[in-house]
């Protein structure tokens, strides 16, 4: 199974996602509180 260079390359690609996605989450949690 080759697949831990493919693995690696998305996991790369993660981090921002996830920040993104924390932000996104912070907005949403903003507006339910108003």
Not at 11 to 27: D, H, M, T
């Amino acid at each position: 199974v080759k697949h831990p260079h493919s693995y690696a390359s998305s996991s790369s690609n993660f981090p921002p996602l996830c920040g993104q996605v924390g932000a996104v989450l912070g907005y949403i949690m903003r507006m339910q509180h108003i």
